[in-house]
Structures are given as structure tokens and as C-alpha cells.
């Protein structure tokens, strides 16, 4: 659980932005398939092969947890997700592409976008008791975000270059996108990111990615 009790500290901020994690596609059976398995069974369904076994999609629920209890993880790849992801950090950016099997991003471009369009996902400050405290950090935050834009805004005036300008932006700035990844590596991912130690804004990314998978493929996320 991650807490955020100074949610409401953040509605005013400059050009501020929240979480959003909307699930966009994710693998189906076609043709004749369909009458005999489903997304979430794909696994089982094609683990079968190796003994030549058959299996109602029940059998097949079942089997994908027997499957993770194994530790038989290859059938997973068979389920590929893809998720639009919005209000999150280029410092989270930084931490999430270190991944490097079974995952891939487009992230928006400030090459090609200017930076002047930003937003930003500015901290929850979960560990801070004291709200006095927490609007002065924020208050910073805020200054350094408005700071930003002007001194990019300045740079494209004397002449400098979209790729250029923006490199004196903060790391807290949105940096929205659309990522490509298979259930293996997104249970490699739970395993690493959910945990205490994780930092708090990845963290948080994944539990909301969780909640989706869950919803649709709860046999291969029903132990997270």
C-alpha cells in the first residue's frame, strides 16, 4: 500500500498531473483457438505441449498457478500486454527502462515536443508527519518546475534548440507513454518493484498496473 495523504496538497501546483494507467491491448486467441482457450489460459494451454496433455480452461487456471509454483515461467510470454501510462516521472523513466527482456516503450519526445508543454508529477512526501513541512517542500518543487519552463522558454529564444532547451528541465517532469510487455517479465517486474525497498513513485506505478492484470488474468497475478 502506498500512502498518499497529501494528495490534496498537490491539486494547485503548478501545471501538476496524477497517475493513469489504462490497458490498451493485450494477446487473444483468434480462429478456432477461441473455443478452447482464453487470454489468461494461453500459458497452461501452450505449456501443454511438452507432455501432450489436454485440459478444460479451468484445468487450464489451475495449471498456469501450478505453473508459477514450478517455477515455469516461459509459458507466460504468451500473454503480451499493452498499457498507456501517464503522470509519471523522467527519473521513474530512468529506473523502469533498466529492464531489459520481455519489454519495450515509446515514450513521448521532447525532441519533437516542446518542453514547454510539460507537467509534472511532483512528490507525495508519504514519510513527512507534519503538512507545514510538506507545503514547504512542495512550494519548492513548484518554484523549481515554473523556473524550469521560463529558462526553456528563454533558450528557444536566443536560439537554442528544442533538444537542446530542454535539457535544463527537472526530472520530476510527466513523461507520458505507451509500454509493450509480457506477463514473464511483468511478474519479474511485481517481484522487484512492489516491494518496500522499491522507490515509492515505481512502486506505486506497479501496483496500479497489478490491479489491471488482475482483473483480467488473475491466475497468473492472483499471488502478488
Not at 55 to 75: A, F, Q, S, V, Y
Not at 135 to 145: R, S
Request: aromatic share 12%.
Amino acid at each position: 500500500m502506498i500512502a498518499d495523504k497529501w494528495s490534496y496538497l498537490r491539486k494547485n501546483l503548478f501545471r501538476n498531473t496524477e497517475l493513469k494507467v489504462k490497458l490498451v491491448a493485450m494477446t487473444k486467441p483468434i480462429g478456432e483457438y477461441q473455443k478452447i482457450c482464453t487470454s489468461e489460459t494461453l500459458p497452461a494451454f501452450t505449456a501443454r505441449a511438452s507432455h501432450e496433455s489436454k485440459g478444460t480452461i479451468e484445468d487450464d487456471k489451475r495449471l498456469n498457478k501450478d505453473l508459477i509454483k514450478w517455477g515455469h515461467t516461459t509459458p507466460f510470454q504468451a500473454i503480451q500486454f499493452v498499457f498507456y501510462v501517464d503522470g509519471i516521472s523522467k527519473s521513474l523513466q530512468n529506473q523502469w527502462v533498466r529492464h531489459k527482456i520481455g519489454v519495450g516503450w515509446t515514450f513521448r519526445s521532447t525532441r519533437h515536443i516542446p518542453a514547454n508543454q510539460n507537467t509534472f508529477v511532483y512528490c507525495n512526501y508519504d514519510y513527512i508527519k507534519d503538512e507545514a513541512t510538506v507545503i514547504k517542500l512542495l512550494t519548492i518543487d513548484d518554484i523549481a518546475a515554473r523556473r524550469a519552463i521560463k529558462n526553456f522558454d528563454e533558450k528557444i529564444k536566443i536560439g537554442a534548440t528544442k533538444q537542446d532547451s530542454r535539457k535544463i528541465m527537472p526530472v520530476f517532469w510527466n513523461t507520458p507513454c505507451y509500454c509493450y510487455v509480457n506477463a514473464r517479465a511483468l511478474r519479474h517486474f511485481f517481484s522487484l518493484r512492489l516491494k518496500e525497498a522499491a522507490e515509492w513513485e515505481i512502486r506505486r506505478l506497479h501496483r496500479e498496473i497489478l490491479k489491471i492484470v488482475k482483473k483480467y488474468t488473475p491466475s497468473v497475478f492472483g499471488d502478488f
